[in-house]
T-cell receptor, first 113, second 107 residues
């Protein structure tokens, strides 16, 4: 594919609802990352997948956040019982392996009303 | 704790002027540092990494371990350089980003 693809590009939902964000990495990239960018702030690491290894979940801010990835393909980031502070742009990136440069998607802009 | 600091939120220069975007880091060990750039309505992309020691679009960045800095420099700014610039370091496989500096280059 042309690059990392994320969907939806925008999501508006009510507080308390669950949301699911999707990331299609570049084919062949074994590493996949999720970041969050709140307004006026830098990117904040959330979770990292490398092949079939256990994911690094050290950046997930609470147990309302979870992510899955099947093999080296699509990943979904799920936020349960959304709060207003979850409003942010959620970026996905992939790389050939963990030490190679990361390629970013366009992000999903999440707005919690 | 590992940290990347970009002290300037906004840097404005005129076309042809030199540019230096500051980046300082805190890291125990040998850091691997990057500059990422996001042009208007485009996705975040890698500009350069310190281990490559290369110049991309006229930009260079030198790692100064004594000053724990990795400032991005360009001798003559162009209007098309206007963008958001993020300094980042790799910590156990994940990137730690600074808060970014918006560069505005006026004609």
């Amino acid at each position: 594919g042309a690059g990392v693809s994320q969907s939806p590009s925008n999501k508006v939902t009510e507080k308390g609802k669950d949301v699911e964000l999707r990331c299609d990495p570049i084919s062949g990239h074994t590493a996949l990352y999720w970041y969050r960018q709140r307004l006026g702030q830098g990117l904040e690491f959330l979770i990292y997948f490398q092949g079939n290894s256990a994911p690094d979940k050290s950046g997930l801010p609470s147990d309302r956040f979870s992510a899955e990835r099947t093999g080296e393909s699509v990943s979904t980031l799920t936020i349960q019982r959304t709060q207003q502070e979850d409003s942010a742009v959620y970026l996905c990136a992939s790389s050939l392996d963990r030490r190679q440069p990361q390629h970013f998607g366009d992000g999903t802009r999440l707005s919690i009303l | 704790a590992q940290r990347v600091t970009q002290p300037e939120k906004l840097l404005s220069v005129f076309k042809g002027a030199p540019v230096e975007l500051k980046c300082n880091y805190s890291y125990s060990g040998s850091p691997e540092l990057f500059w990422y750039v996001q042009y208007s309505r485009q996705r975040l992309q890698l500009l350069l990494r310190h281990i490559s020691r290369e110049s991309i679009k006229g930009f260079t960045a030198d790692l100064n371990k004594g000053e724990t800095s990795f400032h991005l420099k360009k001798p003559f700014a162009q209007e098309e350089d206007s963008a958001m610039y993020y300094c980042a370091l790799i910590d156990t496989d994940k990137l730690i980003f600074g808060t970014g500096t918006r560069l505005q280059v006026f004609p």
